[in-house]
Structure formats: structure tokens, C-alpha cells
């Protein structure tokens, strides 16, 4: 079993950064693959980033540019900066792991956070 917790969710104002991060706790795992996903009111939850366990690295192209997502494998722990942030990025952000535990590949989902953007 993997728990992931997010944090750093609150309301700026457009054109502030936020930094929010996830961090992993249980035993015996290794997370192949972490993500950040998004989801405003009345739309479907949508992929954010992604970072793999090597530091591969891809973005939604509405976040490209104004996101910067990191991880540090030792202390299993996801961040995601986000820059010049807009109101249209109001959403709940949700951590995601590809996780082997310990033999198999599971998928895991953090609670959330909330992040406004206020104009």
C-alpha cells in the first residue's frame, strides 16, 4: 500500500506561483511514475505533468512553460511550482503514482488540494 498526501494548495492572486507537494509513505514501494492531475468545477479531472523515476519529464500544454515538476526519489516526494498562474488553473490537484509494490504496478491517487487563482 502507497499514501499520498499533497499540500501547498491556498488562493494567489493571477500572475503569483504556488508550489504544491506530494509526499509518498508506505512500505516496500517504488514509484515508477509520479503525476499531477487537475479538476475544476463541472469539467473531468485532466493530466497535468508527469515525471518518471529516471527525470523524464512531460507537461499539459496549458500548463508548458509556466509548471516546473520535480521529485526527489530518495525522500519519495513530488513538487510541482507553478508560475504566472491564471484563474483558468482553479482547480482540485491531485497526486497520482505508478507504484511497484512490491513485485506489481498499482495505481495510487492522493486526496487532493485545492488551488484558486483569484483575478
Known amino acids: 500500500q502507497v499514501q499520498l498526501v499533497e499540500s501547498g494548495g491556498g488562493l494567489v492572486q493571477a500572475g503569483g506561483s504556488l508550489r504544491l507537494s506530494c509526499a509518498a509513505s508506505?512500505?516496500?514501494?517504488?514509484?515508477?511514475?509520479f503525476r499531477w492531475y487537475r479538476q475544476a468545477p463541472g469539467k473531468q479531472r485532466e493530466w497535468v505533468a508527469l515525471?518518471?523515476?529516471?527525470?523524464?519529464?512531460n507537461y499539459a500544454d496549458s500548463v508548458k512553460g509556466r509548471y516546473t515538476i520535480s521529485r526527489d526519489n530518495d525522500k519519495n516526494t513530488m513538487d510541482l511550482l507553478m508560475n504566472n498562474l491564471k484563474p483558468d488553473d482553479t482547480a482540485v490537484y491531485y497526486c497520482?503514482?505508478?507504484?511497484?509494490?512490491?513485485?506489481?504496478?498499482?495505481?495510487?491517487w492522493g486526496q487532493g488540494t485545492q488551488v484558486t487563482v483569484s483575478s
Open positions: 497520482n503514482a505508478l507504484a511497484r509494490v512490491p513485485l506489481r504496478q498499482y495505481e495510487f
Open positions: 508506505g512500505s516496500a514501494f517504488s514509484i515508477t511514475v
Open positions: 515525471i518518471g523515476s529516471g527525470g523524464s519529464i
